[in-house]
């Protein structure tokens, strides 16, 4: 069961296996993600009743199936507008693409088609760019942060900042092991933001976790997680080894144990984005011997 926690003047967070925001102003409501399914649907339904609110429109913070599998439910128990940035908004529309580039490009198997990774399809109503735009008189300001997916964004709104999964809470970061990213050198960017205090809000409301007054402390264990994971890539790659080598490697590096084909294909791309940041940086290179793939240090 999700609860209700006051954020600021005029802002709640539904906490839950993943958190949903709500903007609520003298009976008008936003709401921030839609959860995993039709059951946080129904929550947010609650939540909003328990307000007295009346929401018109839904933003979706990034297209990760436990932040908008439950939008299409949503769209249609409460009628509100669905609004995405661009490139997540595709994927909204089309969710197979989740499962899609997981598994390489290729139609997906059936343990990436489960609902934490293939969500329900919901069409979206308008695109999302950084900038202040206006929701029925709900005036709020949507900011960049790229790297945990490749378009997500944050949204401000006076005294709080919703700022999805730019950062997980320890236990989550204990659960995966690797955290998921897709560019890891914008992840990191991201994360310094939060650790320089860039964004001077009172109440940041992430997507998994509790609401934080400073996320510094966090962010900070975010990024040198990251940094740790692309290290130690580096380290193994003393030797030119392929991708599978690479990923039993970081997993005795960390102490962790793959649970299941999401979980290895999740952390595989936290692999390929540490992979891409060092090649980028002109540090590592991939070649190909006797058909095998590798990768070795320049
Ligand atoms: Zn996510």
Redesign the pocket.
Known sequence: MASLVKAGRNTWLLLGGSNIGLIVVEGKALIVDSGLDKDSAREVAKALEELGAKAHALIIT?A?A??FGGAAALKERLGVKVFAPKFEAAVVENPVFEPLWLFGGASPVKPLRGKFTLAKPCPVDGLLEEGTINFEGIEVKILPLYG??PGQIGLAFEDSFFC??AFFPLETLSKHGIP?CTDMDLAIATLKKFEEKAWPFEFFLP?HGDILKDPAPLAEVNRKRLEEIRDKVLDLLATPCDEATLMRGLASALGLAYRDLPHYYLCRTTLYSALASLEGGGMVEAFIEGNNLLWRRI
Do not use: E, L, S
């Open positions: 990034h990760h436990d932040h945990h997916a999805a999964d998921y997507g």
